[in-house]
């Protein structure tokens, strides 16, 4: 028997949807710093670069809002093809397989059309962040943003009103509030069965929908962790986009049962 979302959208009969106390998240936490722990070169490897493209980005962006819009679509599209490698060396500790770099890539050829489907989707959410956010400002402000020759080469938060800047911020919170509830479990559960990207975006919303509270302090554990990862000039990406990327993992195995 398939179980419904609240849309009538039915996932794959082999998954079905756990709960888990409010605390759970911060295991998920130790169990990926353990991950990290036992193949340290392999998962830093993946952060490293992560952080790498990140630093490239933002030299050539030089903080303008429009070209920040595309490192947020780029990131989009490299964050769960990347994050498929930690979930892949996690689900190989799991059943005591060999781990190596090279080893941990093979989660994105397993299912590799799914994979890359879900990060072209989530990459229109941030374009759709792009485009909604100018549209409010048009609205509200009747105009977009400060000249763009004014602010390439200079920092754009030096000349948007604060008016400006806050709009920008509700419409990208509550757009990644979305692709949070789409994409929580979304990767793992892609890499763990042969399913559709819609099928693992419809688990992401039905874990969320069960695991409310679950859900926000979780969101809320991502969100502080990333800040420090961005606040340290992406250093600390290093090492936190792989705690993250195999907690993601312990969270899936946590909230959803896989009888396939």
């Known amino acids: 028997m398939s179980v419904q979302s609240h849309t009538h959208y039915t996932i794959p009969a082999q998954f079905s949807i756990k709960h888990t106390a409010f605390m759970r998240p911060f295991s998920w936490l130790i169990k990926g710093g353990c991950d990290l722990a036992k193949y340290p070169k392999v998962s830093l490897a993946h952060g490293l670069i992560i952080a790498s ?8 962006t030089s903080m303008h809002v429009y070209a920040l819009a595309a490192v947020v679509s780029g990131f989009m599209l490299v964050g769960p093809i990347m994050a498929a490698g ?5 689900r190989r500790l799991e059943d005591n397989q060999p781990v ?25 959410f941030s374009l759709l962040w792009f485009v909604i ?6 609205v509200a402000v009747g105009e977009v943003a400060p000249p763009l020759d004014r602010t390439m080469w200079g920092d754009f938060f030096a000349f948007a009103s604060p008016l400006q800047t ?17 994409s929580v479990v979304a990767v793992p559960a892609i890499i763990d069965s042969r399913i559709k990207a819609l099928d693992a975006a419809f688990i992401s919303v039905r874990v969320v929908v069960n695991n409310i509270l679950t859900m926000v302090l979780w969101a809320g ?40």
């Open 221 to 260: 554990l991502l969100a502080l962790f990333t800040g420090i990862g961005i606040a340290t000039f992406m250093i600390g990406m290093i090492v936190i986009f792989p705690l993250l990327g195999h907690a993601t993992w312990h969270a899936y195995r946590d909230l959803v049962s896989n009888s396939g």
């Open 100 to 124: 190596s770099f090279d080893q941990s890539l093979t989660g994105l050829s397993r299912n590799q059309s799914a994979l890359f489907r879900f990060a072209g989707f989530l990459v229109g």
């Open 166 to 182: 806050a709009l920008y911020m509700i419409v990208g919170g509550l757009l990644a509030a979305i692709v949070f509830t789409l």
């Open 53 to 60: 493209v990140f630093w490239l980005a933002l030299l050539v």
């Open 133 to 138: 956010s100018g549209l409010v400002l048009m």
């Open 86 to 90: 930690l979930c892949e060396i996690s």
